[in-house]
């Protein structure tokens, strides 16, 4: 149980395009989601909160207007980074949580390779 | 603020041995801890999580940790480890109520040699 689905695993794509990323949790409706950004060898660093039909809480220094976060349904969210940059380059995670006092659960990861 | 500290960047440990690794943290009320493990490229799985309740927690993969409030610890174990184990390990604490944010640690890296 508590399975989060996270498409595509792997894109690469021309400066300048957007690019979306969805997470799904597969068997359990999420209450909240999380966006993580992992840069090589390091921790995960919390890019947003979002709960569904709300919109996102961003944490400081993340721009709200490239990374933009939809939580349309209890199983779906989704992360778009618009306009990317090879600077955007990076392991992107996304994690869903079923409700207070439960774990998140995180998907496995989409590398992003901005060209 | 919270904030936990994982003191190894590096470990490594032959096919067969017990291992721990170290995680302290800081939180002004009651901690909800949780180890998660990463394969490289690859998302995060939980192993255990504590809130309340005994102090030993049991997990998956024959993992173990400790809770230890006077040392603010939550010190992850394995009587003995196989070559699979080997993979970058996160300590995390959050609030068991509300919507707070997780914090990692910043990880530790297990080796196992045959």
């Known amino acids: 149980g508590a399975v989060v689905s996270q498409h595509p695993s792997w894109v690469i794509c021309k400066s300048g395009t957007s690019v979306k990323i969805e997470c799904r949790s597969l068997?359990?409706?999420?209450?909240?989601m999380f966006w993580y950004r992992q840069f090589p060898k390091q921790s995960l660093m919390l890019m947003a909160t979002s709960n569904e039909g709300s919109k996102a809480t961003y944490e400081q220094g993340v721009e709200k207007d490239k990374f933009l976060i939809n939580h349309a349904s209890l199983t779906l969210s989704t992360l778009t980074v618009t306009s990317a940059h090879p600077e955007d380059s990076s392991f992107y995670i996304c994690?869903?949580?079923?409700?207070?006092?439960?774990?998140?659960?995180f998907g496995d990861g989409t590398r992003l390779s901005i060209l | 603020a919270q904030s936990v500290t994982q003191p190894d960047i590096h470990i490594t440990v032959s096919e067969g041995a017990s291992l721990e690794l170290r995680c302290n943290y800081s939180y002004g009320a009651t901690p909800y801890l949780f180890w998660y493990v990463q394969s490289p490229g690859q998302g995060l799985q939980l192993l255990l999580k504590?809130?309340?309740?005994?102090?030993l927690v049991q997990g998956i993969k024959g993992f173990e940790a400790e809770f230890k409030r006077s040392q603010s610890s939550f010190n992850l174990r394995k009587p003995s480890v196989h070559w699979s184990d080997a993979a970058e390990y996160f300590c995390?604490?959050?609030?068991?109520?509300?919507?707070?944010?997780?914090?990692f640690g910043t990880g530790t890296r297990l080796t196992i040699i045959p």
């Open positions: 068997d359990f409706q999420a209450t909240t």
């Open positions: 994690s869903a949580r079923q409700g207070m006092g439960q774990p998140q659960h």
């Open positions: 995390a604490v959050g609030a068991y109520f509300g919507n707070e944010k997780l914090t």
């Open positions: 504590y809130f309340s309740g005994d102090t």
